[in-house]
């Protein structure tokens, strides 16, 4: 099926350059100093995963990387750095990986040295070659020398020479070289600053794979093809072919959506009893199954994703949405109704789970939740001082929906001028409980879900759906997190006509993400720094 | 049939327990190591009950009491105790009122070709002609009874069998066109594999999905009528459902209720809930293995006399005589019924694309 969509989206991308004119030059943009990015918990273990195989384990903690306000977890990687307690982790991360990687079932898939006169040039080039992929360029013969000699040294210490090897290889990944992502950068032929070709890979490969490059993108960057236009776009539509691509669109989809703090919801289990650890685990992946069979395998119209009734259950979800599921394990395909009351991602569990309390459903957090995630749209921090009682009095015998609570807290002047851009949209989904169960009375009184958004009159949530799919915002938000997530930092001024450009094109390649993705890999822009003197140049 | 269709998951079946003031005016029935004292003399007791002598009581009580002439089991193999006089009949209900349905159909509980000679009782609400010979017998025993605050520990002791997945029921109403007054529904009462989820407080969720057994003995299908929100069953004269134990040996042959004559009166709560009863007569061999299925140490652990008890559900069996000795195989009783609302799959539906959700 990946084949298929690939095929399609190729079809798409050829008719958007005709349609857009895009063959013009792109907008220029200023790129961003040269940097340096943690990796995610999730780069770090699929990283591992794939220089020593899945069946090494990855032990440890891995100190959160915060979401910078109004942005995504991965810009909050280029703004973190280790803590000394941090880095005893990665230290100790390091050391179990490189043991087991050295261990009898697993060293001959990455070594064939041996004890003896040999060793030490053996050693070397198995430093050489694993440092390439550790660290992602090229060890330089002293660099290799070191390893080897401290692996020397270490066997002769622990009277084992693949524990030698193991502890210098731990060394190597406890390395911030392989921690943090490193932008190397050169001067092209044209004496301008640039991103050297290992450089690249690595930002190509962490947003195509959401993990380090593999071999042929590395073998790409030795030979100087990424620095060229149909080298880089091979590349690209290498890894966009990918099985690979799905564990990096889940990744950004999770961090886009907030997905991530599903981990940490709790709810009332005497007011949601159905709330059980298996709901809770299912519902993210609900959500990313929707996505990725919607945006890759189906290679959909993302604002379709705000109205589709396409979606996946399982046994647990079920007891939830209220339908039965004949399957007793696993996943089915499963389609809303026409006529109910359940379409796209803003009616199913995990957004309206997420963005409400733990005993009650909120309208205003559904509401900012729309604004600020799906629309990208800040809503101001609320004053410290600010009086709930009314909001949360759920059996207040005047007040008995939301909507009469949420109306009469508006009557405050310094509540009402961000209330009234997050309630009127969150109400829309108001039939749906703190859990995402439906309903449709609240304290005996029917619920009223009708709203407009920006303008746009709806009277349910089906409805308000439909008014997001249609809302210039979506799919500019979309571009932008995307952009973002892919540069791990947030767009700066200097791009705004870039994105701008990009959204046009989005609009006319069907708002496909795979095409969005394509266009951003393959784009100037997106390996662009500025051309500030880099310290990190010529210093390997 | 037309109308609507509606499921749900048992969550309580087990055996109904009234609470009367006088209901045991003897006492409660004695547990094994206070049986075995009452075959002794006044002087012994009291010399085995010095704690000096503990470890010859326990031995006596725990081995000597529990075990045949010919080396038997008194819990695998408690027929072999039937003429033992020292294993008495259990200290029987003396109230009048118990749960129930009338199932012979007798006011009186005459002999009939369906039932011995038998005591009746009389309803909760004064209904009369209630069969429930079970309770009968096993209402004074202490670990059966229970207390009104508690409940019935047998009753805990199998609804947790539910919680636990070893095995579970659905029922399902079909052709409902009123809630409160259907002149005829059709009632499926069968087992299913999957398991039950249960909240944070052990509780069954509502509206979970099970598909009804792939075994056809374990399906069972009724007409019934709803008045005034109650739906009143007609007799199933034969129903098996999956009654599991992870047993080796005798007992785990012993894997489902062998009901007759079943009757089932339960209401259509407003929340949703069905609550009710369901009278039967069930084969005093299941019944008995339900309580004594864990061999020996029911009786010495547990302090379960199981001769006593296998030999008072014989002589007071009232149900299902045998066609040469007159005896009676199989007992009355009442099982208390709750069922929580869920969704039924059938086979034919297992791969059946559902569509439809609020």
Same mark, same amino acid.
């Given at each position: 099926m990946f084949a298929i969509a690939a095929r399609r989206f190729t079809l798409v991308a050829l008719l958007a350059t005709g349609l857009c004119g895009c063959g013009n030059p792109e907008p220029a943009t200023t790129g961003a100093p040269a940097g340096m990015r943690r990796l995610t918990e999730e780069q770090y273990r699929n990283s591992i995963a794939d220089i020593f195989g899945p069946d090494v384990k990855v032990s440890g903690r891995f100190e959160p990387?915060?979401?910078?306000?109004?942005?995504?977890?991965?810009?909050? #990687?280029?703004?973190?750095?280790?803590?000394?307690?941090?880095?005893?982790?990665?230290?100790?991360?390091?050391?179990?990986?490189?043991?087991?990687?050295?261990?009898?079932?697993?060293?001959?898939?990455?070594? #064939?040295?041996?004890?003896?006169?040999?060793?030490?040039?053996?050693?070397?080039?198995?430093?050489?070659?694993?440092?390439?992929?550790?660290?992602?360029?090229?060890?330089?013969?002293?660099?290799?020398?070191a390893y080897a000699a401290a692996a020397n040294e270490s066997a002769k210490t622990a009277g084992d020479f693949y524990a030698g090897v193991a502890l210098s290889l731990g060394t190597m990944l406890a390395s911030p070289q392989f921690i943090f992502e490193i932008d190397r950068t050169e001067r092209g032929p044209d004496g301008v600053v640039r991103l050297d070709a290992y450089a690249k890979a690595s930002r190509l490969s962490f947003f195509l794979t959401n993990s380090t490059p593999d071999q042929a993108l590395l073998d790409a960057a030795a030979r100087g093809d990424l620095h060229e236009a149909k080298g880089l776009a091979k590349q690209v539509d290498r890894l966009l072919a990918s099985s690979r691509l799905e564990t990096s669109v889940r990744a950004f989809f999770t961090d886009m959506f907030g997905l991530d703090a599903t981990a940490e919801l709790v709810k009332d289990p005497v007011i949601y009893p159905s709330f059980v650890r298996a709901v809770k685990e299912d519902m993210p992946e609900q959500t990313l199954r929707t996505i990725t069979q919607h945006v890759l395998l189906d290679d959909g119209d993302y604002r379709d994703l705000f109205t589709t009734r396409r979606t996946f259950m399982t046994r647990p979800l079920g007891v939830i949405y209220g339908v039965p599921i004949a399957q007793a394990s696993g996943w089915v395909p499963y389609e809303f109704s026409r006529d109910g009351s359940r379409a796209g991602l803003l009616t199913m569990m995990n957004f309206l789970a997420l963005n409400s309390h733990d005993g009650r459903s909120s309208? #205003?957090?559904?509401?900012?939740?729309?604004?600020?995630?799906?629309?990208?749209?800040?809503?101001?921090?609320?004053?410290?001082?600010?009086?709930?009682?009314?909001?949360?009095?759920?059996?207040?015998?005047?007040?008995?929906?939301?909507?009469?609570?949420? #109306?009469?807290?508006?009557?405050?002047?310094?509540?009402?001028?961000?209330?009234?851009?997050?309630d009127p949209i969150g109400l829309g989904m108001e039939t749906f409980d703190g859990v995402g169960s439906f309903r449709d009375a609240e304290n005996g009184i029917s619920i009223d879900t009708s709203g407009d958004l920006d303008g746009v009159k709806f009277s349910n949530a089906v409805e308000l759906g439909k008014a997001v799919h249609d809302n210039p915002a979506t799919a500019a938000c979309l571009v932008n997190r995307m952009y973002e997530f892919a540069e791990r930092r947030p767009a700066l001024s200097g791009e705004k006509a870039w994105l701008d450009n990009l959204t046009r094109i989005f609009a006319a390649d069907g708002y496909r993400v795979r095409a969005l993705m394509r266009r951003i890999a393959v784009s100037e822009a997106f390996y662009k720094v500025q051309p500030e003197p880099n310290t990190v140049e010529g210093k390997r | 049939?037309?109308?609507?269709?509606?499921?749900?998951?048992? !969550?309580?079946?087990?055996?109904?327990?009234?609470?009367?003031?006088?209901?045991?005016?003897?006492?409660?029935?004695?547990? !094994?190591?206070?049986?075995?004292?009452? !075959?002794?003399?006044?002087?012994?007791?009291?010399?085995?009950?010095?704690?000096?002598?503990?470890?010859?009581?326990?031995?006596?009580?725990? !081995?000597?009491?529990?075990?045949?002439?010919?080396?038997?089991?008194?819990?695998?193999?408690?027929?072999?105790?039937l003429n033992d006089d020292r294993h008495p009949v259990h200290l029987t209900v003396k109230g009048a009122v118990s749960h129930g349905m009338n199932l012979d159909g007798t006011d009186d509980g005459r002999a009939t070709a369906r039932s011995c000679k038998h005591e009746?009782?009389?309803?909760?609400?004064?209904?009369p002609g209630i069969d429930n010979q079970l309770y009968r017998v096993m209402g004074c025993a202490k670990n059966w009874r229970g207390d009104p605050t508690n409940g019935s520990g047998m009753a805990l002791k199998y609804n947790n069998y539910m919680k636990d997945g070893l095995h579970n029921y659905l029922i399902e109403i079909r052709g409902m066109k009123d809630p409160r007054n259907t002149e005829e529904v059709e009632v499926g009462i069968y087992s299913t594999e999957d398991k039950s989820m249960l909240d944070g407080a052990r509780e069954h969720l509502r509206n979970q999905t099970f598909a009804v057994t792939k075994n056809p003995r374990w399906r069972n299908v009724t007409r019934g009528k709803i008045v005034d929100g109650v739906l009143t069953t007609e007799v199933i004269d034969t129903m098996y459902l999956d009654w599991f134990f992870a047993l080796n040996g005798p007992f785990g042959a012993v894997n489902e209720h062998e009901f007759r004559q079943v009757h089932f009166r339960l209401s259509l709560e407003t929340d949703g809930t069905l609550k009710g009863v369901m009278g039967a007569y069930d084969s005093i061999e299941v019944q008995s293995a339900q309580g004594r299925h864990g061999g020996k140490g029911v009786a010495t652990n547990g302090n379960r006399d199981c001769a006593s008890e296998y030999k008072s559900m014989a002589v007071y069996a009232d149900g299902v005589p045998d066609p040469v000795t007159g005896q009676c195989t199989h007992i009355s009783l009442s099982q208390d019924v709750e069922a929580v609302p869920a969704y039924i799959i059938h086979p034919e539906q297992q791969s059946t694309k559902v569509a439809s959700a609020k």
């Open positions: 990387i915060l979401r910078p306000q109004h942005g995504l977890v991965a810009a909050g #990687t280029s703004q973190i750095s280790v803590s000394p307690a941090g880095f005893e982790q990665y230290y100790t991360m390091a050391n179990t990986v490189a043991a087991q990687a050295m261990d009898e079932a697993h060293r001959a898939t990455m070594m #064939t040295c041996a004890p003896g006169p040999e060793a030490d040039a053996c050693v070397t080039a198995f430093f050489k070659r694993v440092g390439l992929v550790i660290l992602r360029r090229p060890l330089t013969d002293a660099e290799a020398t309208p #205003t957090l559904r509401g900012k939740a729309l604004r600020e995630l799906v629309l990208c749209q800040p809503v101001p921090i609320p004053p410290g001082n600010v009086d709930f009682s009314l909001v949360q009095d759920t059996k207040n015998k005047e007040l008995k929906t939301a909507r009469d609570r949420v #109306t009469a807290h508006r009557a405050e002047p310094t509540c009402a001028g961000c209330h009234k851009i997050m | 049939m037309q109308g609507k269709t509606l499921g749900f998951l048992v !969550t309580k079946f087990s055996p109904s327990v009234y609470y009367g003031e006088n209901d045991c005016p003897d006492g409660l029935t004695p547990t !094994t190591d206070e049986a075995f004292l009452l !075959t002794q003399t006044p002087a012994e007791r009291l010399r085995l009950l010095k704690p000096e002598n503990a470890l010859e009581f326990e031995k006596k009580w725990k !081995t000597d009491y529990t075990t045949g002439p010919n080396g038997e089991d008194i819990c695998r193999n408690p027929r072999s105790f009746k009782f009389r309803g909760p609400n004064g209904e």
